[in-house]
């Protein structure tokens, strides 16, 4: 049994295992979201019956199944943290629940139908939401008081990571499911899957292995200052959940609303789908933009802190709704406007993202106490699965018997825009009340 280094040595230099996390992120990133792009297209164009005849979703039946699925990926990080956490450690819950993924990527690949699409969401929600709080709390497990400046640089970087594999893939994956079919558009993201499980294990002898907390996890869990954290910090992601039920639409509303408009941009006419690259695109142009010239101009003016970054992101969210809002009135009118609207929508949405997300990421791992980590960040990313509980719920509550719906049109993304701006105001009382608390591993003297 190979002995693993368990805390941080003092050390300015950035960690020896973070190419391995960055490129399994990246990896496993172009997994998921080559997968989740061409979910709705699948369901409402591809699927198959159980006779082998084709059998559709209608696009409500879709956008509400694809709400759903995202939600069970973002709960899952619960089981995974805690798993982590109390039992197993980060490596080994990372590894343990990578090859269920893979397994789920495979169930996709090789049945059409829905036996086979909910086998295959089923194995991703439990190992892509699994894995998920082990690998941002392992990304900052690498860290100790000294190095602890890098950290905003490593997320940013791991950030970065993650947009260059969902951007690569969406591309991709569209034009896979277009010109070959769903079992080498899923196939693809399978071995990528796989591929990243193997650049982690090839990391293991590099990597600071916090043992898992055991008892101490669930004393540290239920002490004041346990209770405290994880109340202090829920009360920020509540207000982040509503955000995230604007954001995820991207990958719903906003590609059905793109079927209906002109896709011709920069010579090329578009998939439905492939629009979603544009956000990791700009994702990539946008974070090193805000981290290295943003918030150090903002910087000379006022302190530039998590909150105030989360607050701006928010407000930022409601003009991308209004903006597709008023795309929809053009196409409820006949009008078929160019798919440009929608990538300026697109940009406003991947700036409060950077705002929020990145943001986000960092500020949960620095204000959750020591062997609550994996939890913390599977409670922020429960914000996320709570978000897109809400919008299934609405698009329920919205059907009515005949079919119609009680939101039709423009008013629909207007109710969310309404929504989101109510959500950002409030949020300022938590900006000016939040006291903020960090914590950091112990580090060891180098041998």
Not at 151 to 165: P, Q
Not at 244 to 251: K, P
Not at 422 to 442: G, M, S
């Amino acid at each position: 049994m190979p002995k693993y280094l368990t805390a941080p040595r003092p050390s300015k230099r950035m960690p020896l295992g973070i190419p391995y996390i960055i490129g399994n992120e990246l990896a496993e990133r172009f997994s998921f979201y080559g997968m989740k792009t061409i979910l709705v297209i699948f369901m409402t164009r591809y699927l198959m019956g159980a006779d082998g005849v084709l059998s559709p979703m209608s696009n409500s039946d879709a956008t509400f199944w694809y709400h759903v699925f995202t939600s069970a990926v973002y709960f899952t990080p619960i089981i995974g943290a805690i798993l982590a956490d109390v039992f197993l450690g980060k490596y080994k819950t990372i590894i343990f629940l990578s090859i269920v993924y893979v397994l789920g990527h495979l169930a996709l690949a090789m049945d059409e139908t829905r036996l086979g699409l909910s086998l295959g969401l089923t194995l991703i929600a439990i190992g892509a939401g699994g894995i998920k709080p082990c690998v941002s709390a392992h990304v900052g497990d690498q860290f100790g008081k000294t190095n602890s400046f890098l950290l905003e640089k490593v997320f940013s970087w791991f950030y970065i990571s993650i947009n260059v594999g969902a951007f690569l893939s969406t591309l991709l994956t569209p034009l896979l499911l277009d010109r070959y079919g769903p079992h080498l558009a899923f196939g693809l993201p399978g071995g990528l899957m796989l591929l990243a499980t193997i650049i982690f294990w090839m990391g293991r002898n590099k990597f600071i292995h916090i043992p898992p907390g055991g008892k101490t996890f669930i004393k540290e869990t239920f002490s004041r200052e346990g209770i405290s954290a994880v109340v202090r910090l829920m009360t920020i992601y509540v207000f982040v959940a509503i955000f995230w039920s604007l954001y995820d639409q991207t990958g719903s509303s906003w590609v059905i609303q793109a079927q209906y408009m002109d896709r011709t941009w920069l010579g090329v006419e578009w998939l439905p789908s492939q629009i979603q690259a544009i956000n990791p695109m700009m994702i990539l142009i946008a974070a090193p933009i805000f981290t290295y010239i943003v918030y150090p101009f903002l910087g000379r003016f006022f302190e530039v802190t998590p909150l105030r970054k989360i607050a701006f992101g928010l407000f930022l969210a409601v003009p991308s709704f209004i903006l597709i809002a008023m795309i929809q009135t053009q196409i409820d009118a006949g009008g078929t406007p160019n798919i440009f609207g929608q990538i300026i929508a697109y940009a406003i949405i991947t700036s409060a993202e950077v705002l929020i997300s990145i943001t986000a990421l960092e500020f949960s791992y620095t204000q959750a106490p020591k062997t609550m980590k994996s939890l913390i960040m599977g409670l922020y990313m429960l914000s996320i699965s709570l978000g897109n509980i809400f919008t299934a719920i609405v698009n329920v509550f919205i059907q009515n018997p005949d079919g119609t719906t009680k939101l039709e049109g423009a008013s629909y993304f207007n109710f969310f825009a309404g929504t989101m701006l109510i959500t950002a105001i409030l949020f300022l009382f938590v900006v000016k009340f939040y006291k903020p608390k960090e914590y950091f591993h112990e580090e060891i003297e180098s041998d």
